[in-house]
């Protein structure tokens, strides 16, 4: 494989994807926020959903779903909450077949996002209307350095501050410190972030 086709591609939106693993192979050939929504535990997560709203608000967001039932019943309570101008819809194909991880196929015998080759994800985003952006609007991006560096990880008091911290921004409290960057570089710039930061000695 080529230096340039294991160059990640780079999105301004965030990726609404159903799970850990399908999130674990869109983080191999995106350099992009995804958010893992954990099935259809979204649909009595309130805070997840809030800060998908606000994300959806700030930059958009790509709802990328398995092409199977349960994706599109996620699909349609996301198309719900969400206003339509804000969202591109990624579909994958009808594959069969299944993932290397599983020992049988699923349900309706299709894969999912965390089986599909890098092709095919490429060709969903191009058909949703999603571009790469330049690698330079990635510059400022929060890192989990600024985090340590902040004072929100790696200290004895760091869980408090980044608590209040979540608190001050109107957060979800159990966002996981790995995601943080991410979102907070979705929401803010890096100086908003160390100004906010301040604020939560």
């Given amino acids: 494989m080529s230096r340039t086709e294991q160059q990640k591609i780079v999105l301004r939106q965030a990726v609404l994807v159903e799970g850990k693993y399908d999130k674990a192979k869109l983080a191999s050939l995106l350099d992009a926020l995804i958010i893992d929504l954990d099935g259809f535990h979204i649909f009595h997560n309130r805070a997840r959903l809030q800060l998908i709203r606000r994300l959806a608000s700030e930059r958009g967001v790509v709802i990328f779903t398995d092409s199977d039932r349960a994706g599109f019943q996620i699909r349609a309570y996301l198309k719900g909450a969400l206003p339509s101008e804000q969202v591109w819809h990624a579909y994958l194909p009808d594959i069969f077949g299944k993932e290397r991880r599983k020992v049988v196929p699923s349900a309706e ?88 930061a301040l604020k939560s000695d």
């Avoid at 599909?116 to 989990?144: M, N």
């Avoid at 408090?160 to 957060?171: E, I, N």
């Fill in 109 to 196: 015998g299709k894969i999912g996002v965390e089986g599909a080759s890098r092709q095919v994800i490429i060709e969903a985003l191009a058909r949703a209307g999603v571009h790469q952006i330049p690698s330079a609007d990635t510059a400022e991006r929060i890192t989990k350095l600024d985090l340590f560096e902040a004072g929100l990880s790696g200290k004895s008091d760091s869980r408090a501050r980044r608590m209040h911290l979540l608190r001050s921004l109107d957060l979800p409290a159990n966002l996981p410190t790995n995601t943080l960057p991410g979102v907070l570089s979705a929401l803010m710039s890096r100086a908003q972030f160390f100004e906010a």
